[in-house]
């Protein structure tokens, strides 16, 4: 190729410090070579313009004598000679060697009118003043930074991939590991394996002691899957990763020269995955772990050949299964159009519409928009970070309870013409009995917006007066909503709530709350079935169709919905983050809290789940109940965007994904178990006014919502914890924070 670029009049070549006895360097580098240089380079070639040394400073610039290095440059033919250690010393060594006549200045002459001609056509003789001003920016511009981060992606090369290992699948039935090998604790590596399931990181500094390192690999040995990173040219293969690689599934991942890989000779001869990354950068990083699991397809060919391992020209192609991680011009969209979504969470922010929260942005496949914001509560002791889980309120519907219920559709184990009744047999001698699956999705089967189970777990002697009231007094002293206040001063009934959990008492409500089993198998449906019924037809959202149809799909499957649910979708997707009842599954740390509730529970609530109806169910219930992280929920909306499939695996049907997402009731703006924009009435629309009819989604009481637009490929998070410390903040709502960025990510594709 070289001889291509100079007949087509490339400017400069630099020659790197490299030994080749073909050429007659003689153990001196190639650099300091004058039969490379100027022989080769210059004679042979015809290369007329600008020869530049590799960096003088590097340790490969050596040439074995006690001349001076810039001397030595000058000789083999080199006009500009890059970064030596002490400028000033070498400077005087060539005008001593120009004395001696140990350098012929006719040379030196020809190298500085290369050297002028090339400053001439480049416009460097005329004075031009740089603006100093946002020079910084503008060297450091987001298409730069696009273009570093598209380089990295395209050059990752899969030179090994024994039964198409890569990428991963099946997350659910391999326990992952990763380790890196000189490399930073916490390294990016790391940090975007994590974001596509649970992988427990270790690192082995290359000063590590043999037998600290020898715990480790011991360690790893209880893992299925090890993904073995080398950061630096100073490690090496050893005994225990070959033994690894012998018993597990190992991939090896190389940010260094592919050179480096002949140190690993017998790891890499039984590994059954080698990727070539080339360098240790945070770009080649992010992108060597999107290939693993693929959130970008392998690409890159190797361009050198390493004896005895691989050779030039090798490089296996790989498909793009996952969500992947980019700047916003990958998806074509100006990254400067979606500060406008900065400058609306500070202001929700600023006007305390939120403690904190999560937002994600995704096109065509691609996470372009990540952003934690704020803190956990009103002190700002803990920052929100990408892992804050958050209780989704009503999501939990359409990414839970939906999720489920379209399972066991796609199974046959119902119709949508199928009357409740059918399946829940308690109601066949009620007023409920004609009620069909279709309209309860469809919010019009008239039961009733929601019921107050907790009330009947009250003891009515342990108060005076009403328990409700339109105006605050010295009785109801707390507010509930915007029009009720409350009486705060009750007590549970004891044979139906306990302060700790026992035989009969398993319900977990709340800390030292715990419900009977008898309420939650006998109470919670009696209650439903004697709630008074509405029109069936007229729109009415209500909570109750839900809390039946996860009733139904546990008596379809035979299992708890939540179990169901982490079965067929949560693990497999590697969503460990995605859960009902989060404190038995996630550190506490980690949960925002929801509300400092002083009326039914009377304390703050943090990993119990916000909703009253939900919480004297335990905590799973099909109108709410689920926790998530915006990166785990994410995976469940790619999945319905895909139409069924994730990671390379199929969920759910193609009809049937198409059948939930795209229909819509005649008698309002809902489809089914999702809402959607109301066309008709804008104004009072859930969504952005530039959103599309086809976009289907829904909002959570504790300030959450999703979106996702087919049309343009695309969907919207949005969490928070607005309710904390109360539930009366509505300053989300007054200030259309959720539909405002709606509408500022439509603005920013045009």
């Not at 500060?339 to 922010?349: A, F, S, V």
């Not at 209500?542 to 009733?551: A, D, G």
Request: glycine share 8%; net charge positive; with cysteine.
């Amino acid at each position: 190729p070289f001889e291509r670029y100079i007949n087509s009049g490339l400017s400069g070549i630099m020659v790197a410090h490299l030994n080749v006895p073909a050429l007659g360097t003689k153990g001196r580098p190639s650099s300091f070579s004058r039969e490379v240089v100027t022989k080769l380079l210059r004679d042979q070639m015809g290369f007329r313009g600008l020869c530049f040394t590799d960096g003088l400073a590097m340790k490969g610039a050596v040439t074995g004598k006690n001349e001076s290095i810039a001397v030595e440059a000058l000789k083999a033919g080199n006009d500009v000679l890059v970064g030596p250690v002490n400028p000033e010393k070498e400077f005087e060594a060539v005008k001593n060697a120009v004395k001696r006549k140990e350098l012929n200045m006719s040379e030196l002459d020809k190298c500085c009118r290369r050297i002028l001609r090339y400053k001439y056509i480049a416009g460097l003789n005329e004075i031009k003043t740089i603006p100093s001003k946002s020079l910084y920016e503008r060297l450091n511009a987001p298409h730069a930074e696009w273009l570093n981060a598209k380089l990295n992606a395209e050059a990752i090369t899969l030179v090994k991939n024994n039964e198409d290992l890569i990428p991963i699948r099946q997350l659910n039935k391999k326990r992952i590991a990763a380790v890196s090998l000189g490399g930073a604790t916490d390294n990016v590596f790391h940090q975007i394996l994590k974001k596509y399931t649970d992988v427990d990181c270790y690192n082995i500094p290359t000063n590590m002691e043999h037998k600290d390192k020898k715990n480790i690999y011991d360690e790893l040995d209880h893992y299925d899957l090890i993904i073995c990173s080398v950061h630096n040219t100073k490690t090496e293969d050893c005994p225990e990763l070959n033994n690894l690689a012998l018993k597990k599934e190992l991939i090896l991942t190389f940010f260094t020269i592919p050179y480096q890989c002949a140190k690993f000779g017998n790891s890499i001869g039984n590994a059954r995955a080698v990727l070539l990354a080339y360098e240790a950068t945070p770009f080649s990083e992010n992108y060597a772990a999107q290939v693993i699991f693929g959130g970008i397809a392998a690409k890159g060919k190797l361009a050198v050949h390493i004896p005895d391992l691989f050779t030039p020209g090798t490089g296996f192609q790989t498909e793009k299964t996952r969500l992947g991680y980019h700047q916003p011009e990958e998806a074509g969209i100006n990254p400067y159009k979606l500060q406008l979504i900065d400058t609306i969470i500070q202001e929700g922010l600023e006007k305390d519409a939120y403690p904190g929260g999560q937002v994600i942005i995704a096109k065509d496949g691609m996470i372009i928009y990540d952003n934690s914001f704020g803190y956990f509560d009103n002190t700002k002791k803990r920052k929100v970070t990408e892992n804050t889980v958050y209780d989704l309120a009503s999501v939990s519907k359409a990414t839970g309870t939906l999720l489920s219920l379209m399972k066991s559709y796609d199974e046959g184990n119902f119709q949508l013409t199928n009357k409740i009744s059918a399946f829940i047999t308690e109601l066949k001698d009620s007023n409920k009995k004609d009620i069909i699956i279709r309209d309860m999705l469809y919010h019009q089967s008239g039961l009733p917006a929601t019921i107050a189970f907790y009330e009947q777990a009250i003891d009515k002697d342990s108060y005076s007066g009403s328990l409700y009231s339109r105006k605050k007094d010295n009785t109801h002293t707390l507010q509930f909503d915007a029009h009720t206040y409350v009486n705060p001063n009750f007590k549970y009934n004891p044979e139906i709530v306990s302060d700790k959990q026992k035989k009969g008492f398993t319900a977990e409500v709340a800390h030292n709350i715990y419900v009977s089993d008898a309420f939650v198998t006998d109470s919670i449906i009696a209650g439903i079935k004697n709630s008074r019924m509405g029109t069936p037809g007229k729109y009415i959202y209500s909570c109750v169709n839900f809390i039946l149809l996860k009733m139904m799909i546990e008596r379809q499957t035979g299992q708890k919905m939540d179990q169901y649910l982490y079965k067929h979708f949560l693990a497999p997707l590697g969503a460990s983050s995605t859960t009902y009842t989060p404190l038995h599954h996630i550190d506490s740390l980690r949960i925002a809290p929801t509300e400092n509730d002083r009326f039914v529970r009377k304390q703050i609530l943090c990993g119990y789940v916000h909703d009253e109806a939900a919480a004297f169910q335990g905590g799973v219930s099909g109108n709410a109940g689920l926790f998530s992280t915006a990166n785990d929920l994410a995976k469940i909306l790619q999945l319905y965007l895909n139409n069924g499939t994730y990671g390379g695996e199929r969920y759910l049907s193609t009809r049937t994904c198409k059948l939930f997402t795209g229909s819509k009731s005649p008698a309002s703006r809902r489809g089914l178990g999702f809402d959607k924009p109301d066309i008709k009435n804008p104004r009072n629309s859930p969504c952005g006014l530039l959103a599309p009819p086809d976009v289907y989604g829904h909002t959570g009481y504790t300030g959450t919502c999703f979106w996702i637009d087919p049309v343009n490929n695309m969907f919207f998070i949005f969490l928070s914890n607005r309710t904390y410390p109360s539930r009366t903040n509505t300053k989300l709502f007054s200030l259309d924070i959720r539909t405002r960025i709606q509408d500022a990510i439509y603005k920013a594709l045009d």
